[in-house]
């Protein structure tokens, strides 16, 4: 059977067994699909896998897999084509399950299951599913795409959506009952599988969580490697590493206080306008000032990644008040091995190579097929009351936050406007938070109990509100987030860290 009849068919073949216990799932029969055991693990008896993390947060993780409720484990090999080897671990609470099923994101280039997100799930009542994306290796690896098409294939879409469809049906069977609804959340690679589904696939999920979405992936292999290279193409352009505390300093400086208030927050960067060259040295070389190629590189790194020939933009640069610092000096691996291992399919390839014109459009054509997410027509997914909850934070080093606002405007586009559009999908960016979370800004917010309220009670979200922890993990700082292009201003009185003391405004 081929794996396109397959997805059709995967929940009807399975054999209609009420499961007594976690033990009898290994009897299930899905097409493509092998159940490699199915285990019961008692309230606090659960160990992590050797290897599953690395090794420094894998000590400090250990702790808290020790404290799990009882579950039902099953883990899982999916074979759509002769060259796939899908691995899925399903976790299922052996009581209080609420009736939801959960599946969650990775990151990367992926290649393991996402046991930390498996664990959050679990604790909150879920029945949750994860995916290594069908191949085994660490997440900055692209290396297992050489040779194997099919295995891209697989990471780009297929993997999440047989886990999905599969993990449906051996929940259903466990219970004995239907799932009431589906989510999905994930960050990054697990934002681009977010919006893979909702495009690819939008009966998989009632409800799906996408943060700071990898989607235009081909193009962003060129934004992640385009600040080494406006650093690194002239020895003159590097910047020493005690300058970029001076830059941050100045953009602060010059924009965190355009919403009245300075706290180490730019609340709205799209009205943040930073001249690079008020830092110019205007005397011999300095910690606290940039020579002129410096000042270039800054431009560049802001501006973005453009044609050298047309000036078109190819993926939009980071922003004021993101940490330069962590998208700079050599070249990361996540793109690299874009580069090596799929675009040239050439181990031996260096990013002085690279052509910003001709290599754009070979991405494009080629692998952009299989990796990209970048369809606004989401209609199919809205017909039949499915929500989207997009999120972004606006000082993220490793994906511009531009590219998930310009790809939310392209759905206002194709759906006929904001109304349209906000009745389904809401793109909520986060001022001073960092890539999926950490920076100066509120990072933690309930993103699944939003989506929820949503999909479940029609209850639209006109804010979320966002927390900051501080040191001993002590809660310093609350805020509203607001529905793009809204953003949260200060009333004017009482405390800057309630959120009580902000209301979302339009500043267009």
Same mark, same amino acid.
């Given at each position: 059977?081929?794996?396109?009849?397959?997805?059709?068919?995967?929940?009807?073949?399975?054999?209609?067994?009420?499961?007594?216990?976690?033990?009898?799932?290994?009897?299930?029969?899905?097409?493509?699909?092998?159940?490699?055991?199915?285990?019961?693990?008692?309230?606090?008896?659960?160990?992590?896998?050797?290897?599953?993390?690395?090794?420094?947060?894998?000590?400090?993780?250990?702790?808290?897999?020790?404290?799990?409720?009882?579950?039902?484990?099953?883990?899982?090999?999916?074979?759509?084509?002769?060259?796939? &080897?899908?691995?899925?671990? +399903?976790?299922?609470? %052996?009581? /209080?399950?609420?009736?939801?099923? @959960?599946?969650? $994101? =990775?990151?990367?280039?992926?290649?393991?299951?996402?046991?930390?997100?498996?664990?959050?799930?679990?604790?909150?009542?879920?029945?949750?599913?994860?995916?290594?994306?069908?191949?085994?290796?660490?997440?900055?690896?692209?290396?297992?795409?050489?040779?194997?098409?099919?295995?891209?294939?697989?990471?780009?879409?297929?993997?999440?959506?047989?886990?999905?469809?599969?993990?449906?049906?051996?929940?259903?069977?466990?219970?004995?009952?239907?799932?009431?609804?589906?989510?999905?959340?994930?960050?990054?690679?697990?934002?681009?599988?977010?919006?893979?589904?909702?495009?690819?696939?939008? &009966?998989?999920?009632?409800? +799906?969580?996408?943060? %700071?979405? /990898?989607?235009?992936?081909?193009? @962003?292999?060129? $934004? =992640?490697?385009?600040?080494?290279?406006?650093?690194?193409?002239?020895?003159?352009?590097?910047?020493?590493?005690?300058?970029?505390?001076?830059?941050?300093?100045?953009?602060?400086?010059?924009?965190?206080?355009?919403?009245?208030?300075?706290?180490?927050?730019?609340?709205?960067?799209?009205?943040?306008?930073?001249?690079?060259?008020?830092?110019?040295?205007?005397?011999?070389?300095?910690?606290?000032?940039?020579?002129?190629?410096?000042?270039?590189?800054?431009?560049?790194?802001?501006?973005?990644?453009?044609?050298?020939?047309?000036?078109?933009?190819?993926?939009?640069?980071?922003?004021?008040?993101?940490?330069?610092?962590?998208?700079?000096? %050599?070249?990361?691996?996540?793109?690299?091995?874009?580069?090596?291992?799929?675009?040239?399919?050439?181990?031996?390839?260096?990013?002085?190579?690279?052509?910003?014109?001709?290599?754009?459009?070979?991405?494009?054509?080629?692998?952009?097929?299989?990796?990209?997410?970048?369809?606004?027509?989401?209609?199919?997914?809205?017909?039949?009351?499915?929500?989207?909850?997009?999120?972004?934070?606006?000082?993220?080093?490793?994906?511009?936050?531009?590219?998930?606002?310009?790809?939310?405007?392209?759905?206002?586009?194709?759906?006929?406007?904001?109304?349209?559009?906000?009745?389904?999908?809401?793109?909520?960016?986060?001022?001073?938070?960092?890539?999926?979370?950490?920076?100066?800004?509120?990072?933690?917010?309930?993103?699944?109990?939003?989506?929820?309220?949503?999909?479940?009670?029609?209850?639209?979200?006109?804010?979320?509100?966002?927390?900051?922890?501080?040191?001993?993990?002590?809660?310093?700082?609350?805020?509203?987030?607001?529905?793009?292009?809204?953003?949260?201003?200060?009333?004017?009185?009482?405390?800057?860290?309630?959120?009580?003391?902000?209301?979302?405004?339009?500043?267009?």
């Amino acid at each position: 059977m081929s794996w396109l009849a397959g997805l059709f068919v995967a929940a009807l073949l399975a054999t209609p067994l009420r499961a007594d216990s976690c033990e009898k799932l290994k009897q299930l029969r899905i097409a493509d699909m092998e159940i490699t055991f199915a285990q019961s693990v008692p309230a606090g008896k659960f160990d992590l896998p050797e290897g599953a993390l690395p090794a420094g947060a894998a000590a400090t993780a250990r702790q808290a897999f020790g404290k799990l409720p009882a579950f039902c484990r099953v883990a899982a090999t999916i074979r759509p084509t002769k060259d796939s &080897d899908i691995k899925i671990e +399903i976790w299922m609470p %052996a009581s /209080a399950w609420n009736g939801r099923f @959960l599946g969650v $994101g =990775n990151g990367g280039w992926g290649g393991s299951i996402a046991y930390p997100a498996l664990l959050t799930a679990l604790k909150q009542g879920f029945a949750a599913a994860s995916t290594d994306t069908g191949h085994a290796g660490k997440s900055g690896d692209a290396s297992f795409a050489l040779g194997h098409p099919e295995r891209l294939i697989d990471f780009g879409y297929r993997s999440v959506h047989l886990m999905s469809v599969d993990a449906k049906a051996i929940i259903t069977n466990f219970y004995a009952k239907p799932i009431r609804y589906s989510y999905w959340n994930g960050c990054s690679t697990g934002g681009k599988q977010a919006l893979t589904e909702a495009q690819r696939y939008p &009966d998989d999920y009632d409800g +799906i969580v996408a943060g %700071a979405p /990898a989607n235009f992936f081909t193009h @962003l292999m060129f $934004g =992640n490697i385009w600040p080494a290279i406006a650093t690194m193409k002239d020895p003159a352009a590097k910047i020493p590493d005690e300058k970029y505390p001076v830059i941050h300093r100045v953009v602060m400086k010059a924009c965190d206080s355009l919403d009245g208030v300075e706290d180490g927050i730019i609340n709205n960067p799209e009205q943040c306008y930073f001249n690079p060259e008020t830092l110019q040295c205007k005397g011999p070389d300095s910690p606290e000032c940039l020579t002129p190629p410096q000042v270039r590189a800054v431009q560049e790194i802001y501006a973005g990644v453009k044609n050298s020939r047309t000036g078109e933009q190819i993926f939009p640069g980071l922003e004021p008040g993101s940490p330069l610092e962590q998208a700079t000096g %050599a070249p990361p691996d996540h793109p690299l091995n874009f580069f090596r291992y799929v675009l040239f399919k050439n181990p031996e390839w260096s990013w002085q190579m690279l052509n910003f014109d001709s290599d754009v459009t070979l991405a494009d054509q080629t692998a952009g097929t299989v990796l990209n997410a970048v369809d606004p027509d989401l209609k199919a997914f809205a017909a039949h009351g499915r929500k989207l909850i997009l999120y972004h934070g606006w000082s993220d080093p490793h994906i511009s936050p531009m590219s998930t606002v310009n790809y939310y405007q392209h759905i206002v586009a194709a759906m006929g406007g904001t109304a349209a559009t906000e009745d389904f999908a809401r793109l909520f960016m986060v001022p001073g938070m960092a890539h999926c979370q950490g920076g100066a800004g509120p990072d933690e917010f309930d993103k699944i109990g939003a989506i929820e309220e949503w999909v479940e009670h029609h209850v639209a979200p006109d804010e979320i509100i966002a927390s900051h922890r501080a040191k001993h993990d002590v809660t310093d700082m609350t805020r509203p987030l607001c529905p793009y292009p809204y953003v949260a201003n200060w009333k004017g009185s009482g405390s800057t860290s309630d959120a009580a003391n902000f209301v979302c405004t339009n500043p267009k």
